[in-house]
């Protein structure tokens, strides 16, 4: 039987991402600090064990490192989103909290996981499509993704000589609780299984980049290819809100 650990599988996409490899058979080690979300889970399936840590501390990903059976994929899926709503008055404690949850934890589950994946094994890690352009509030959301987006990819170069795969998963906006709170369009945006589908069939396919839904990030793709002079103009005038 092959054995996944997901980050952040208490909700979101690493739930259903969690639940769609139980029901392929997958012995499933699920994520999070929830605990009751977690049960809610497990009691679902029976291939299904749970893993309560936060991951911000790196205690418990060292004390949950002793538990761990090999594993042939490893998915770093755990995140949050903040937005910085006053520039001016630049809140370095948030830019804190999220670089810590979405940059900080992948170091600590590197340092103390990496070691459990098989010869063969898969890695993945769950940027997102805000990576791929500067956006309006999400100096701390934006900054921790594009690291990360870095990250994966010198891992992709430096582990595949020791046959690690690497995926980098870039979503664009997908129905979650991290999303829900967001008060703009998300254009495009997909449900948590639709998310988990994409994920599961670029995974299986080892694809190094994974990129959903397609159209939205199709899109942004090519935004970025634009000067950035241009799509600094672009978004002052249409993304940026005015203040009243
Ligand atoms: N939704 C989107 O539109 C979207 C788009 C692009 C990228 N993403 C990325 O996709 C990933 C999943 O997001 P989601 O939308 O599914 O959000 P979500 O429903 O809020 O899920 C976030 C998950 O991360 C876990 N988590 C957060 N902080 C943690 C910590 N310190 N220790 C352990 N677990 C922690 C949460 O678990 P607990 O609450 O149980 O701790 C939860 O399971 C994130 O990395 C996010 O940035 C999402």
């Not at 094994?121 to 997102?128: D, E, H, K, N, V």
């Not at 664009?172 to 948590?192: A, H, R, Y």
């Not at 793709?221 to 809100?241: D, E, G, H, K, Q």
């Amino acid at each position: 039987m092959k054995h996944i650990l997901i980050t952040g599988a208490s909700s979101g996409i690493g739930k259903s991402l969690a639940q769609l490899y139980a029901q392929q058979g997958w012995q499933v080690i699920a994520g999070g600090r929830n605990q009751q979300a977690l049960n809610e889970l497990v009691a679902q399936f029976e291939n299904i064990t749970p893993l309560v840590a936060d991951l911000c501390d790196e205690s418990a990903v060292i004390e949950a490192a002793e538990l761990l059976p090999s594993l042939d994929l490893l998915v770093l899926n755990a995140g949050s989103c903040e937005y910085i709503d006053q520039p001016l008055t630049f809140d370095s404690a948030v830019f804190q909290r999220v670089i810590n949850t979405n940059l900080m934890t992948v170091a600590y589950c590197l340092n103390h996981w990496l070691s459990k994946i098989k010869q063969g094994g898969q890695l993945a890690f769950t940027s997102s499509s805000a990576s791929f352009l500067p956006l309006p509030r999400a100096q701390a959301y934006g900054a921790s993704k594009a690291a990360l987006s870095y990250l994966a990819k010198t891992l992709s170069i430096d582990l595949a000589p020791h046959n690690i795969d690497v995926s980098l998963i870039n979503p664009g906006f997908v129905q979650t609780p991290l999303t829900q709170k967001n008060d703009f369009p998300m254009p495009g945006s997909v449900s948590s299984e639709q998310a988990a589908h994409a994920i599961f069939n670029g995974l299986t396919k080892r694809r190094h980049i994974i990129n959903f839904p397609s159209v939205f990030t199709s899109i942004m793709s090519m935004f970025a290819l634009l000067p950035f002079s241009w799509w600094r103009l672009f978004a002052i005038r249409y993304l940026v809100r005015k203040t009243s």
